[in-house]
């Protein structure tokens, strides 16, 4: 009888090799002991000045041995996507999340570029849908988003047929690799001529409503919901720009914009309370198991990105494994020599790998896939009464502590469940029936008493919520793997300045080490790897307890002055398209105009 063969591994598990680092590392540790040693010895001798030396010395070796032990295991993921057809016969489904917040400060067509390269990824269009949060709740970006969409069914079958690399048109048409890449055919050179003219058109159009006045705006039709509207004060607002009616077939998915309901008084928590409103939205339309959440200054790179992920998240042996996957953030257009360190080349290469090697790699906030059952708040399967404690998902729930948990929409609960039985899909559904039960869950007062911020979702209480949401994921047992195919998934925009680095590092700094400092517990972490056990020092985090609801309702603290931090690509020399100029983003940091 012959053996049934096991399909082939989607992933391999690589130890990386650094010797040089570690013969240094081990001198450093070694020379550093022999100075503490020394200092003791000689203690008795000295007066206070040596004391003070020694606890300064121990706190910095200290701090370097944490360092140390982060990285000395690490790792890296091989991932083969052509192996996915044989372990699983469909892809799953993935809904795509997409934040701006301000159309001066993100300008709408970086969020159009980014959008238009997450609708051509290479992944079955039926089994995607992409919703786009606007907190700037502004008429341009909604504006610009259907424009682009009409864009998008000329350039996603372009990019399918010619197997175009980069799928961000402002970055495929500003490189000079466009031009010689792919076949010369005279059929390619014709199609090639006619999208960057409708790409040129795109950007126009989108330039030319961002300079005009909004009094000069005409708000009818479509676009009444718009009119008379404050950014701060106003009713969610969703609109389906496009629905994938025929599956397969479609050349789109799903797109969907959505400005949550804002009133004053009213904390909107950043963010974080974007990505929950995306989140229980999505999960009443599409419901995927999957979640993919991008920043929208941040293109994808690698039109394979979507299938890399799948083979980290279908092939573990245990869902545990692979809580989410983290691409690393890697920016386009950095200066030369990096001055300000915005590349993070250190953190990427060495600390970051070095973390995948023990729970897996933190959270970044941006080019992350998580499964929805994790941000629900639930534990894996296996795991002790510990984490258990961490999750209001255990046991059966009555129906009453569903509500207090998930908030007041049964829709939203029926979806709920079935994410967290693991089920792919409910039945279809008719897009516009869905938009009422979807206002409901994006109006600002559904939070209120419920587990959202705090037990489920993206955490609130810092400006760092990709920092909190990661650690309380970890927290609860979960691992997560870092992907890193080549070419890089994800591109996005670095500050190209000093003083705005600065200020982005300050606002990461102190919010992290605010929020990681409210109950940190130092413990021995011990965890197997494939090929060898790896104990290392690691920090634990447990997660505060939820806001009570006078806290939940404070008022948000008047915000300081803002400056616009707004400036072009740092690359000056990049070749402009000849017959009109189109406009090619650069970086902003809302958070830290506002920190
Ligand atoms: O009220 C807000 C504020 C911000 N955002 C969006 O959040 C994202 C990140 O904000 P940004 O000001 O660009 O912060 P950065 O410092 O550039 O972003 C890094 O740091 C953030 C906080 O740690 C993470 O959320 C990001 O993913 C990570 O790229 C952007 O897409 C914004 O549009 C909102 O949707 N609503
Ligand atoms: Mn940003």
């Not at 238009?116 to 290479?122: G, K, N, Q, T």
């Not at 009133?263 to 974007?274: C, E, L, M, S, V």
């Not at 070095?354 to 896939?369: K, L, N, R, S």
Request: hydrophobic share 35%; net charge neutral.
């Amino acid at each position: 009888m012959a053996n049934a063969i096991s399909p082939p591994n989607l992933f391999d598990k690589v130890a990386l090799k650094y010797p040089i680092h570690r013969a240094f590392d081990v001198t450093i540790f070694v020379l550093l002991i022999s100075l503490l040693v020394y200092r003791l010895l000689n203690l008795s001798n000295h007066g206070f000045a040596w004391l003070l030396a020694l606890l300064c010395e121990s706190c910095f070796t200290f701090i370097w041995v944490l360092t140390l032990s982060t990285k000395w295991n690490p790792v890296e993921y091989k991932t083969y996507p052509e192996r996915l057809s044989q372990k699983a016969q469909e892809l799953p489904p993935v809904d795509i999340f997409v934040t701006t917040a301000d159309p001066v400060l993100e300008p709408p067509i970086l969020t159009v570029n980014t959008v238009i390269s997450l609708l051509a990824v290479e992944y079955p269009v039926d089994k995607l849908a992409c919703y786009v949060s606007d907190d700037g709740c502004s008429s341009i970006t909604y504006y610009s988003l259907v424009e682009a969409s009409k864009f998008a069914r000329l350039w996603v079958p372009f990019c399918k047929k010619y197997n175009i690399q980069s799928r961000a048109p402002f970055r495929y048409f500003s490189s000079e690799l466009s031009l010689t890449s792919n076949c010369n055919s005279l059929e390619f050179q014709q199609e090639y001529k006619k999208m960057k003219d409708e790409y040129e058109d795109l950007a126009c159009k989108i330039e030319s409503v961002a300079v005009e006045k909004s009094s000069e705006w005409d708000l009818s039709g479509d676009f009444a919901v718009f009119s008379n509207i404050e950014r701060k004060n106003h009713p969610a607002i969703i609109k389906v720009i496009w629905e994938n009616k025929t599956g397969l077939s479609d050349v789109l998915p799903h797109l969907v914009y959505i400005s949550r309901e804002k009133r004053p008084n009213h904390p909107h928590h950043y963010k974080a309370g974007a990505m929950n409103v995306l989140t229980r939205v999505s999960g009443l339309i599409s419901n995927a198991p999957f979640m993919l959440n991008v920043d929208c200054d941040m293109f994808v790179n690698n039109p394979e990105t979507f299938r890399h992920a799948m083979c980290l998240l279908l092939g573990s042996k245990n869902e545990r494994e692979s809580g989410f996957v983290q691409y690393p953030q890697y920016f386009y257009d950095g200066l030369k020599d990096d001055p300000f360190g915005n590349q993070f080349v250190i953190l990427q290469k060495y600390i970051l790998s070095g973390v995948a090697g023990i729970q897996g790699p933190y959270y970044e906030g941006t080019g992350c896939f998580h499964r929805r059952n994790v941000i629900y708040g639930s534990c894996p399967d296996d795991i002790g009464d510990q984490a258990k404690n961490l999750t209001p998902l255990y046991g059966d729930l009555a129906d009453k502590e569903q509500l207090k948990i998930f908030g007041n929409s049964k829709e939203f609960i029926r979806s709920a469940a079935y994410a967290l039985q693991g089920k792919t899909n409910m039945s279809p559904k008719d897009l516009p029936n869905l938009i009422e039960a979807a206002h409901q869950v994006a109006c600002c007062g559904y939070e209120h008493g419920t587990s959202w911020g705090a037990e489920v979702g993206w955490q609130y209480g810092s400006t760092v919520e990709d920092n909190l949401t990661g650690l309380m994921i970890h927290a609860r047992g979960w691992r997560s793997v870092l992907c890193t195919p080549d070419p890089h998934a994800f591109l996005g925009c670095a500050p190209s300045q000093g003083p705005i680095s600065m200020t982005q590092q300050k606002r990461w700094a102190t919010a992290k080490s605010g929020g990681n400092l409210r109950k940190p517990v130092v413990t021995f972490s011990s965890t197997t790897a494939d090929d060898h056990d790896n104990h290392s020092l690691s920090q634990h985090w447990q997660p505060p307890p939820p806001l009570s609801t006078s806290q939940q309702l404070k008022p948000t603290k008047n915000l300081p002055p803002t400056v616009d931090l707004f400036f072009p690509s740092a690359d000056q020399n990049r070749p402009t398209l000849p017959r009109r100029s189109v406009i090619i983003p650069g970086h902003s940091t809302l958070l830290s105009r506002l920190f």
